[in-house]
């Protein structure tokens, strides 16, 4: 996997266009200044959680005594699941009930930006090749970088774009993120049974 391919698989799980509604709903009471404010510290959390699941990841697999097969598959089924949230949301959206009040961690940080799919799929870059860590941390920080604009411009994108072009786009990335994800169980399952992947 190459740092281009990382940093897109990254954006499709991070789904800032699935995000942009909640968050503009959630910041609406928020004067426009906090709103930036808000926004920057709950990107800069789930960034620093991102970046501490893919450079401690293996070391809490290891402990755990997982395979890196078996991460693959849980990262594969967690992806499958969001994917075809993201692809038939349930009424309530993506995320279900949200808190009122200015947010904090949760829900913006955890788990609407770094949520369990973004946390399974650094774990298993950096346990499958740490070797490679400063460049799926660069990874990363381009998948992250490309939502912060795309959530700072949302009010922008919201007017522009509307709410139907936003669904479109984000049921499209839905669709993209569960073939990501059957291939992701496809590998693991073929590592299981020691088969060559591909």
Do not use: C
Request: charged share 15%; glycine share 10%.
């Amino acid at each position: 996997m190459t740092i281009a391919s990382a940093a897109l698989l990254l954006f499709l799980i991070l789904d800032p266009l699935g995000n942009v509604p909640v968050f503009l709903g959630m910041l609406r009471r928020l004067p426009p200044r906090r709103q930036r404010i808000v926004l920057a510290r709950e990107l800069l959390i789930a960034l620093a959680v991102l970046m501490l699941f893919l450079w401690v990841g293996k070391y809490v697999l290891e402990l755990m005594h997982l395979r890196q097969e078996s991460v693959s598959i849980a990262g594969g089924i967690v992806l499958f699941l969001i994917g075809l949230r993201m692809i038939f949301p349930p009424p309530q959206g993506l995320m279900g009930e949200l808190p009122e009040g200015e947010p904090f961690i949760v829900p913006m940080a955890i788990p609407l930006v770094a949520g369990p799919s973004g946390m399974a799929a650094v774990m298993l870059m950096g346990s499958s090749e740490p070797e490679r860590l400063g460049e799926w941390s660069l990874a990363l920080l381009l998948a992250w970088a490309a939502t912060a604009a795309i959530l700072f411009s949302s009010t922008w994108l919201y007017r522009l774009l509307g709410m139907r072009a936003l669904t479109a786009m984000e049921r499209l990335m839905g669709m993209l993120l569960v073939a990501i994800s059957v291939q992701m169980l496809l590998d693991g399952v073929a590592g299981y049974l020691g088969l060559t992947p591909g």
